[in-house]
């Protein structure tokens, strides 16, 4: 049997690691669980990490609310092309067409 050694990395939630190919999920019922669930962006963008945030406008203004609370110029992020926010589209094939050049972009 052939067994692949994996690095694993810090989620940015609590004490979570994980490795590359992994599926996560991550269910939030309160504002305090919500914050939480942006730490993996706060990992990515305390390292070299080109960041993408798509969903509806006011998901996204609370993504970059609690990144803005955690010390993140989202701004300066964006100009400098570390963060990367995309809104909704009429359709998914859109969506990840866009999610796709953004990280073309990147």
């Given amino acids: 049997m052939h067994t692949e050694l994996r690095a694993a990395i810090d989620l940015g939630i609590h004490d979570e690691r994980v490795t590359v ?3 996560i999920a991550y269910f939030w019922e309160t504002e305090e669980e919500f914050c939480e669930a ?3 962006l706060k990992v990515g963008l ?17 993504v970059l609310a609690a990144l803005q ?3 993140f110029d989202a ?3 964006q100009t400098v092309g570390r963060l990367t926010v995309l809104g909704g589209k009429p359709s998914g094939t859109d969506m990840l067409a866009d999610i796709g050049a953004a990280f073309q972009t990147a």
């Fill in 21 to 23: 190919s992994d599926h």
């Fill in 38 to 40: 942006v730490g993996f």
């Fill in 46 to 62: 305390r390292g070299k990490d080109h960041c993408v945030v798509f969903g509806h406008p006011t998901a996204n203004t609370k």
């Fill in 69 to 71: 609370a955690d010390g």
């Fill in 75 to 77: 701004t300066h992020l």
